[in-house]
């Protein structure tokens, strides 16, 4: 590759010759990528860096946090927190918003993020990332300053101006759109920078594939099994050809593999928790990694509806989860509300 582009010139020309996006967006995103990239170095220390293990604490869903989920939550928050680009932040590992403290200016973004993804992934050396989306404070002044609360973040995902995430896998990937399509940033670490290897990603409309965590089978509803059921007949089913299956338990690479090459990801709602619609977060997981697979021509539903048309009641809500190759997502959408209309004439 002779003439490398960087995240930096990717972002200024975003800003300077699409329009795309103003200055302090901009700076944003570059902090975040920063963000990404002392997590990456810490991930790569593993047990040099004491980053392994449990941090014997709980989050707010309940979860067992890992020194690593702590110390990205901190790495993350440490970086953005003083920059005036943003009102508030909320995170997978805070039950509340973070308000940016009265010592640091502040600005009109709220930043939502899961620190790290695939938290059982991270002491086998497996794949994990960071996910992030970007909301805009809702105003019709933007003069007005207010304090910021919960109820500024419950937009639906369709309002997000930028979204990504940070891969750290055998390469340290960064995956990015702010609504021009999706873009691939490589680390290259000698250089400390992101070169940007793939633009326009775009997903294919067939797969063959599907990553599901088919432990839960028992647990699943009457349409999901269904689908499942005609993949896995294979040639002699219904759908007349062979499936394979591909499950990470990380997000992040899971989805990433379907950025890379196609297929269907699903995390539906199932009978353990039955009050919970799904495992999942809306708000940084579902939704940034919702409007990334639609920008690379993909598609997201909770089985029923366009995830990014969700409007969330609360900051950590959980959602079902359909995505990637478009026409593999319509018909896992198709078998729900084909279910769903039986139910109502019986
Ligand atoms: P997190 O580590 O942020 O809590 O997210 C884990 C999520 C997601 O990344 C993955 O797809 C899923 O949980 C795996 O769940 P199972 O262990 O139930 O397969
Ligand atoms: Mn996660
Ligand atoms: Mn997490």
Known sequence: MTDKISLTRYLVEQQRV?????????????????????????????????IL?????????GEVQKKLDVIANEVLIE????????????SEEMDSIYVVPNRFPKGEYLLMFDPLDG?????????????FSVLRKQHDDPTIIDPVCEADFLQPGRQQVAAGYCVYGPQTTLVLTVGDGVA??????????????QDQVQIPADTKEFAINMSNMRHWDAPVRRY??????????????????????SMVADV????TRGGVFMYPWDKREPDKPGKLRLMYEANPMGWLVEQAGGAA????????????????????????????VERVTGYHLEADEATAKA
Do not use: Y
Not at 35 to 41: E, T
Not at 119 to 130: C, L
Not at 186 to 196: I, K, P
Not at 229 to 241: A, F, I, S, T, V
């Open 184 to 197: 691939m940033f490589t680390l290259d670490r000698e250089q400390g920078s992101w070169v940007l290897t």
């Open 119 to 131: 938290s059982s992934n991270i002491d086998v050396n497996v794949s994990i990332g960071t996910i």
């Open 301 to 328: 539903t909770n089985g029923r509806q366009r995830i990014l048309d969700i409007v969330p009641g609360k900051l950590h809500e959980r959602v079902s989860v359909v995505l990637g190759s478009r026409n593999e």
């Open 228 to 249: 499942i059921d005609e993949c896995l007949q294979g040639k002699e089913g219904p759908r007349g050809k062979d499936f394979n299956m591909r499950w990470v338990a």
């Open 18 to 50: 699409h329009g795309r996006i103003p200055p302090e967006l901009r700076l944003l995103i570059e902090v975040v990528a920063r963000a990404c990239k002392r997590i990456s170095i810490s991930v790569n220390k593993g047990a040099l860096g004491e």
């Open 79 to 90: 970086a953005n927190e003083w920059g005036g680009h943003l009102a508030a932040m909320a």
């Open 53 to 61: 293990g449990s941090a014997d604490t709980e989050n707010v869903q």
């Open 256 to 259: 990433h593999r379907i950025l």
